[in-house]
């Protein structure tokens, strides 16, 4: 047997082994895959308002057998490696093993799913491993790895395997230089775990616009962190005005956590916060002040 014909079927087997742990995830405007990273427990990059969304999967047994559609929760999202976590209660998918983080010039295979929800695997070498990454004005992942492969539909969301079929990460829709950006297995597991365990099915409410802000150290009030959310604009009758929220205030903690970005006041809110009675803290002036709100459910968007 050929070098090559060896080595194709040994791609073949990973392949194999991790595609029936690669699902597909409906979310708003697009389809992207998910992986399966514990018992009934998807991570994807999906986005969705929703509390549930639509999960295709493939017959067990073969990783391009007929999909069936299955409902998930949505528990919550990891806004700064933009990863949503789904619960599909009786899914009967083996979770995908997180393998160790590789070293540039690693052949690793990126494993996904076409729009039909059929396996795509390709080559991808490992170009760069390191961090931080910054993902936005205050996110950002630790470690991140870097493949020789632009960014595509039917893998954003799907796994970059190692030669057992483990999984490296999960490959997202970011570049950097030609190279597409993914979040190693290690983290992404962890995280989503953890987000899953603090989750619920209802997303709290506020009735707050905000923006992130840096915070002067004259008015961090002792706090050791540099920024926070500005309060722009308070809803008439909602459970921010009634606790006593002002436009000017900058959150800096919701129930004795850190808050620094919009996505994490957006996780925090998850986790049965509904009816709830939480202390935010908020700058006021130069002043820590705690407020106690009582969490409320998020409306529903009309028509």
Known sequence: MSTWTSLSHEIEAAVETAAPSIVQVHGHRRVTAGLVIADNLIATPAATDDD???VLTGDPSTSLGASQTVEGTVLGRLGNMGLTIVRVDGLNRRPLVPAAEPKPGHLA???????????MATLAPIAVVGGPLRTGRTGSIDRVIRIQQSPHGALNGG????ASGQALGIIT????????VVIPAAIAFAAATKAASEGGVKQGYLGVSTMPVPLPERQRSGRSQTSGLLISHVAPNSAAEQGGLLIGDVIVGFGGETVEDPETLVTRLRGNK???AVPITVIRG???VDVTVTVTERPKIKG
């Open 286 to 288: 130069t002043s820590a």
């Open 159 to 162: 796994a970059l395997i190692n």
């Open 173 to 180: 829709s970011l570049a950097i230089r030609g190279t597409t």
């Open 52 to 54: 549930t969304v639509a």
């Open 274 to 276: 509904v009816g709830a």
């Open 109 to 119: 295979v990126a494993v996904g799913r076409t729009w039909s929800g059929g396996v």
